[in-house]
């Protein structure tokens, strides 16, 4: 089911792992020319564009874009208990980690009289993007909510595609459990858009004549800033429109690496390989070890679960894909090598000593630590956030925090002394960068003259 890939004997320098490891196919460069025509149609036809692209896209054309009050909380009434009770859960875990990620301004006396302030400000508006295609994500509704307001980000909105087969009083909207998520963390400005439109919206707003809300029409204002995952149109429409907004990364299919020594349950790494294949045909699951006699094990466990999987197709098709590996090294020294390069999504160690090997990891998303730390456990209930960057972007990116929404301002504040004190600097620098009009916007505080 899943091709091995046996690195044994080898050099393993950064050089050649790349070319070597596995990666899901994601042509996002050959995406941007079929999203383009799409988010100009957005600019200028605005909300009439959203609902043509709608019933073109997600099989409906949603009378309402902005998903009315009364629908939002006629789906958090319906909402099972004990779905509430897990959601309530999940949004109390993340509010307590990210709570500790805010800032606090911080201000520096570099001289006397001069002093330089590090502000930290939020967005001011966001769109919060949650998919709706082979699954429901109210899990990924609390990931980017939570952080965007513990930053203190004044607007936000969320938008998911619109559901053909939802019926009755959600006829047209998103599912009702996004809904009612959405509802349950104060959020009302949701919007039954999906896909590359659903980034234009944000990134141009939309004034929708046919839509009424408090005796105006409805508008959705212009984001600064979207976030969340999404499928291959929505990652290559942030592309896009990256500079007009700002973006958190281009998610690609999810990714897991299991680094693990014959220590490890094969049970465990089986049913956690299958866990993120659950996720899409083009999901990755990657097993890193220097034991055959638990790569054997995870292989036969495989085949025992993926038929008795509710997904077992959806699974199959990951596992056996180009982007899926049995990875053999020689030791865990080596294994590190391999997964650091990889630079996975979620990376679980199931080790001996197991903390101490994660403490060697400088590459990935998200680490899980030992036996009892699944990857599923941070996708919902951790504490920590699920929306994280994949395709190797976790060599230089970082996940979904409240700093994602934070600009840091620098603030300078100095008084005619201790500008007198550095001005000589100054005009030496301006002049050395043939800039001397900088280093006169100095001296012009001191009768053009540079003061002794």
């Known amino acids: ?260 020594d014959e220590t490890a349950d094969a049970e465990h790494v089986a049913a956690d390989l299958i866990s993120q294949a659950e996720h899409d045909p083009l999901a990755a699951s990657v097993l890193v070890t220097d034991s055959e006699r638990l790569a054997s094990a995870t292989a036969e466990a495989l085949a025992r679960r993926v038929p008795a999987t509710k997904h077992s197709e959806r699974v199959a098709t990951a596992l056996g894909g180009t982007q899926s590996r049995i990875v053999l090294v020689d030791d865990l020294d080596a294994g590190l090598d391999v997964v650091n390069a990889y630079a996975a999504e979620h990376l679980e160690i199931q080790t001996r000593d197991a903390s101490e090997v994660a403490a060697r990891v400088r590459n990935a998303g998200a680490v899980f630590v030992g036996p009892w730390a699944p990857v599923s456990l941070g996708d919902y209930a951790a504490g920590s956030n699920h929306v994280l960057p994949t395709a190797g972007c976790a060599t230089h990116s970082s996940g979904l925090s409240v700093q994602s929404f934070l600009r840091g301002i620098h603030v300078v504040e100095y008084d005619e002394a201790a500008l007198r004190e550095v001005a000589g600097h100054v005009v030496t620098l301006a002049q050395a960068e043939d800039l001397p009009a900088h280093g006169q916007a100095v001296t012009a505080r001191f009768g053009d003259e540079v003061p002794g």
């Open 1 to 260: 089911m899943m091709s091995t890939l046996d690195l044994r004997g080898r050099t393993l320098d950064v050089r050649f792992l790349r070319g070597a490891l596995p990666r899901a196919e994601f042509d996002v460069t050959a995406a941007l020319e079929q999203v383009r025509p799409i988010c100009a149609d957005v600019e200028h036809r605005g909300a009439e564009a959203l609902r043509d692209l709608g019933e073109r896209f997600d099989g409906v054309r949603p009378a309402r874009l902005r998903v009315p009050a009364e629908v939002l909380q006629a789906a958090l009434e319906q909402l099972a208990p004990d779905l509430r009770a897990a959601l309530e859960e999940a949004i109390r875990r993340a509010r307590l980690v990210h709570a500790d990620q805010c800032r606090t301004d911080t201000t520096t006396t570099v001289v006397p009289g001069g002093t330089v302030t590090e502000r930290w400000v939020p967005v001011d508006r966001v769109g919060l993007y949650v998919p709706g295609g082979l699954a429901v994500y109210p899990s990924s509704v609390v990931m980017n909510v939570v952080p965007a307001q513990l930053a203190g980000v004044g607007s936000l909105a969320v938008t998911s595609p619109p559901q053909r087969d939802n019926t009755g009083v959600f006829a047209g909207y998103p599912n009702p459990t996004i809904l009612a998520t959405c509802a349950l963390l104060g959020v009302d400005e949701v919007y039954a858009v999906g896909g590359a439109q659903a980034v234009a919206m944000f990134a141009y707003g939309f004034v929708d004549e046919a839509d009424e809300r408090d005796g105006a029409p409805v508008r959705c204002e212009p984001a600064s800033m979207v976030t969340g995952p999404g499928n291959i149109w929505v990652v290559a429409a942030k592309r896009l429109l990256k500079g007009l907004i700002g973006i958190d990364a281009e998610a690609g299919p999810t990714e897991i690496a299991i680094l693990a």
